[in-house]
């Protein structure tokens, strides 16, 4: 039944496994500064690594709901393509945040910019959606009729 | 397809941008008391206000779970409205931690209602659905019947 | 309209209420060990405790994700088994890093196998799909004429 939404679901499940690697990253750098669980500080480097794990996954739901909104109530392809800008962006910010705290930036403004599309794409969505629902006035139909 | 469920994603959106809207003023607290990532502790007002960042994106997810489970198993309209009340309870909470620890309490409680108002609405739909489908038996129907 | 994904709704809503109850359970432990928000360090039992929290929170949205990708695009009952270990192995993790940091080991690679099984079942889904959608080939199909 999902069938239709197979990109969003490829897109998401790459998404799963790189927050997976980052934790296992975290893991590494655990024992590489030696610093045992419980314990969240130590050497700057493991700080820097345990903290760009933790923005990744604070963004991640935004992340997953806005991806399947948009793609969802605007265009697939579209909110899967901005996906995997996404996925890339956080890549560039986690090595460059372990690497050192101003590195980080790059990836990070290239994250918000992936993730504004998204929110715009969704709220588009959503807003035709409703038009269409509730005062059968569909904008897509009206450009689709156009071109 | 998923255009049956607007308002949920309406809601889901709105919560989203103001999840984004929570990191970025921790980023403004940072600058105004001068905590530089990755630190995440410093003047009481930085870490009240990183806290409440936090706990809103802990909960997040149990958030968004329950909202879609109670919107599309239950009902879209009366989910969508416990949404829109956690989502105040949300800006209550957050903007009264960053004033003092104390002030969040107000928030939080009106949060664990809209939460397990949610909760109760979809293990309902849930029961419901599991007889309709196992047992053929619908509990929302035999309620249509009588009213 | 999502009746037919109702397990993975059940389990979803069981896994959201497990992630409540470790946040009520760290509130406890704040109050034993006499921890006043915003602070996050203290008695070791506490940070273990809410370092423990910590964790779930930060697996559980990848845990949803391939809950409900595995779900839709490959078999909704083995995925629903797979997140009820899941939801076990959480609750292990969660008492065994409360006792000792060593106790969450067992917990966690229990979490790891779960996980790991979603995740594979997922892109088995997803491939699936992508051949039967875009190359009009499906191995279930084909399977299911086999047997």
Redesign the interface.
């Known amino acids: ?6 990109l969003l ?2 897109v ?2 790459l998404s ?2 790189q ?2 690697h980052f ?1 296992w990253l975290v893991g590494q750098s655990r024992r590489k500064h030696k610093v ?5 500080t130590g050497a ?1 480097e493991f ?2 690594t ?5 923005n990744c ?6 992340f ?3 991806l399947w ?1 948009a793609g ?2 605007f265009n697939q392809e579209l909110a899967a393509l901005l996906g995997l800008l996404y996925v890339y962006a956080r890549y560039k910010y986690f090595y460059g ?1 372990v690497a050192s ?1 101003k590195g ?1 930036l790059a990836g990070f403004h290239l994250n918000l910019v992936a ?1 504004i599309f998204l ?1 715009i794409l ?2 588009a ?2 807003v035709n ?2 038009l ?2 509730y005062l059968d006035f569909s904008i897509r139909k009206k450009l689709h009729k156009l071109f």
Do not use: H
Not at 36 to 40: K, Q, S
Not at 57 to 62: A, Q, S, V
């Open positions: 039944m999902a069938g239709g939404l197979v679901a490829a998401t499940l799963a496994i927050q997976c934790v045992m669980p419980p314990a969240v700057p700080e820097r345990f903290r760009a794990q933790q996954t604070e963004f991640y739901p935004l997953l709901s806005t909104i969802s109530f945040y705290a980080r993730l929110v969704g709220a969505g959503i959606s409703f269409d629902e």
